[in-house]
């Protein structure tokens, strides 16, 4: 089994930062991909961004350059971070793993935390 432990969110002023934590726990699986998304009130979840087990990285249009994703490999951890938070971000993140159980191959299945607010406020 795999769980998703978030932690990082609250409440922010407008201008100010953010650091997300999702750590992987668990074991029989291998990350393909780990990445954040959120759903704000009225609206449908959406991708924040992801990172593929190569390093490769991809954000959604109204965070580029504002939010950068990372990740420790050795501890199964994901991490989002922004300086230069908006009103807009408010919403409720979500982190994502997509991994391969053992002996499944090429089988994925995804996984999901159980949600972190985060509220900017002017």
């Known amino acids: 089994q795999v769980q998703l432990v978030e932690s990082g969110g609250g409440l922010v002023q407008a201008g100010g930062s953010l650091r997300l934590s999702c750590t992987a726990s668990?074991?029989?699986?291998?990350?393909?991909?780990m990445g954040w998304y959120r759903q704000a009130p009225g609206k449908q979840r959406e991708l924040v961004a992801r990172?593929?087990?190569?390093?490769?990285?991809n954000y959604t249009d109204s965070v580029k350059g504002r939010f950068t994703i990372s990740r420790d490999n050795a501890k199964k951890t994901v991490y989002l971070q922004s300086n230069s938070l908006k009103l807009e971000d408010t919403a409720v993140y979500y982190c994502?793993?997509?991994?391969?159980?053992?002996?499944?191959?090429?089988?994925?299945?995804?996984?999901w935390g159980q949600g972190t607010q985060v509220t900017v406020s002017s």
């Open positions: 990172i593929t087990s190569g390093g490769s990285t």
């Open positions: 668990g074991s029989g699986f291998s990350i393909v991909t």
């Open positions: 994502n793993l997509r991994a391969v159980p053992s002996g499944t191959w090429p089988r994925t299945l995804d996984y």
